[in-house]
């Protein structure tokens, strides 16, 4: 029976260091995310721009969440969105936190989703932010235990 024990500690293990890739991989793509919308912080407009642009083509649901919550809060939202995104690709690239980071990264990406009419469009199952940036999110966001090679790792060890 200790083989049994050793086998289950062992594919434990090899999932948490899966997840610590996927952590790794999440954090280049919310830096990269971040790092693409610095120029908001100057110009604040380009997002609520944005949102009028997909106004003419949005689904109802879209319109309602444009109307009501996006374009009113575009000027907060272009300062907010880029630091989240950067704060949550720090929490992804060093391990710490990794499950508040990415059920907040689940929110932002859901929220953009919305705004964008994705969900009404079949190229949604497609969309690499879609179905399987939603599944990394939430298996993410379900490990509460430190991953390893995360920097609460190495401290923790000490």
């Known amino acids: 029976m200790p083989e049994s024990n050793d086998l289950l500690l062992q594919n434990r293990c090899i999932g948490l260091v899966a997840l610590r890739i996927v952590s790794v991989g999440l954090g280049v ?6 790092l693409n919308k610095v120029g908001w912080f100057g110009n604040p407009n380009l997002l609520t721009d944005r949102f009028i642009r997909w106004m003419p083509t949005a689904s109802p ?7 009501a919550v996006a374009i009113p809060g ?14 949550a690709a720090l929490a992804f690239l060093t391990g710490v936190r990794t499950h508040l980071a990415a059920a907040a990264a689940l929110l932002m990406i859901m929220n953009f989703h919305i ?16 179905p399987p940036m939603f599944a990394a ?16 790792d190495v401290f923790r060890k000490k």
Do not use: H, N, Q
């Open 115 to 130: 705004a964008t009419s994705s969900f009404s469009a079949l190229d949604f199952l497609r969309d690499g932010t879609g």
């Open 29 to 34: 793509f919310f830096l990269a995310m971040s």
């Open 61 to 67: 649901y879209a319109r309602v969440y444009l109307r």
């Open 74 to 87: 575009g000027r907060v939202f272009a300062r907010v969105v880029p630091i989240a995104e950067l704060l």
């Open 137 to 152: 999110l939430a298996a993410l966001a379900c490990v509460r235990e430190t991953l390893p090679f995360s920097l609460e």
